[in-house]
C-alpha cells in the first residue's frame, strides 16, 4: 500500500509539474504581444526535402507587413503571395490583426482561379466564407466558439509575439480551418541558433517548435521568420529559407 500511495504522489507531482511547465495563453492576457513589429518586407525559396536529403524548390515566397490606424488602434495587415518556381502566382494570403495583442480580425486567401476563403474573428463566434472559383457558390458558415481564439495561419508573426526563453511551453487555441473547429496549440521556445540566410547574411534566431511539426527560427528585428522547417509525415521536410 506505501509503494501505490508513493507511485500516486510521483504520478500527481509529474502531472501538476506539467501543468506549471505549460503556460496557458489567454485573450490579452499581455503575454503575447506585438508591439515591437515593424513594417517589413521579406522572402523564402521554399523546398521539398526528401527523406533521403535530397531537394528541389517548390516555391517562391514573398511577405510584407504595413501597420495601419482604424479607430485609434495599431493595425498589422500582413500580405503573402505564394509562387511556383516559374513565377506564376499561386495563392495570396491576408492577416488582419491587431498589433499589441495580434488578436485576429480577419484572415484571408484568394487564387488566381477566383477562388476564394475568408475567416472573420467576432467576441464568442467565427465565421468562414468561401467559393471554389468564381463561378462557384458561395457559402458562409457561423460557429460559436468557448474562448477568443488566436489564428494559427499568422505563423511565425504570431510566435515571434512571445517572449523568448529557453524551456517555456506555451499553450494557445485557435481556429483549424483544415476541419472548422477550435483546437490548441502548444509551443516550445529552444535555444539560440545562428542562421544563415540564402544571401550569405547571418542572423541570430531563436528557435521555436510546435505540436504540429513547425520548426521556426525567428528574430525579434524586422524580417523577424528568417527560415522555417515543416517536418512532413512521410519523412519528408518543407524548408523555407530565407534569400
Known amino acids: 500500500m506505501k509503494d501505490l500511495k508513493t507511485i500516486c504522489f510521483v504520478i500527481l507531482?509529474?502531472?501538476?509539474?506539467?501543468?506549471?511547465?505549460?503556460?496557458?495563453?489567454?485573450?490579452?492576457?499581455g503575454i503575447i504581444s506585438g508591439y515591437f513589429i515593424e513594417p517589413y518586407t521579406n522572402s523564402w525559396n521554399v523546398y521539398l526535402q526528401s527523406p533521403d536529403?535530397?531537394?528541389?524548390?517548390?516555391?517562391?515566397?514573398?511577405d510584407y507587413a504595413q501597420i495601419i490606424v482604424q479607430n485609434g488602434v495599431n493595425i498589422l495587415h500582413r500580405?503573402?503571395?505564394?509562387?511556383?518556381?516559374?513565377?506564376?502566382?499561386?495563392?495570396?494570403w491576408i492577416n488582419v490583426v491587431e498589433q499589441e495583442s495580434l488578436h485576429p480580425i480577419k484572415f484571408a486567401t484568394h487564387a488566381p482561379n477566383g477562388a476564394?476563403?475568408?475567416?472573420?474573428?467576432e467576441t464568442g463566434r467565427v465565421i468562414t466564407r468561401s467559393n471554389q472559383n468564381e463561378e462557384g457558390t458561395y457559402r458562409s458558415d457561423t460557429s460559436l466558439v468557448s474562448s477568443q481564439l488566436y489564428d494559427w495561419n499568422l505563423y511565425g508573426m504570431l510566435l515571434i509575439g512571445l517572449p523568448f526563453g529557453e524551456g517555456k511551453v506555451?499553450?494557445?487555441?485557435?481556429?483549424n480551418i483544415q476541419n472548422n473547429s477550435q483546437a490548441s496549440l502548444y509551443a516550445t521556445i529552444g535555444p539560440e541558433v545562428d542562421v544563415e540566410t540564402l544571401s550569405g547574411e547571418k542572423v541570430k534566431t531563436r528557435e521555436i517548435s510546435?505540436?504540429?511539426?513547425?520548426?521556426?527560427?525567428?528574430?525579434?528585428?524586422?524580417p523577424y521568420?528568417?527560415?522555417?522547417?515543416?517536418?512532413?509525415?512521410?519523412?519528408?521536410?518543407?524548408?523555407?529559407r530565407k534569400i
Open 116 to 121: 476564394l476563403f475568408f475567416l472573420e474573428f
Open 79 to 92: 500580405v503573402q503571395d505564394l509562387y511556383s518556381p516559374d513565377g506564376s502566382l499561386q495563392s495570396t
Open 53 to 62: 536529403g535530397s531537394e528541389n524548390q517548390i516555391r517562391y515566397w514573398t
Open 210 to 222: 510546435t505540436s504540429d511539426g513547425f520548426t521556426f527560427s525567428l528574430s525579434k528585428k524586422a
Open 225 to 240: 521568420v528568417i527560415k522555417l522547417v515543416w517536418d512532413l509525415p512521410n519523412g519528408s521536410k518543407m524548408i523555407w
Open 170 to 175: 506555451f499553450q494557445f487555441d485557435y481556429w
Open 13 to 29: 507531482a509529474a502531472t501538476q509539474l506539467s501543468a506549471q511547465d505549460t503556460l496557458k495563453i489567454e485573450y490579452k492576457d
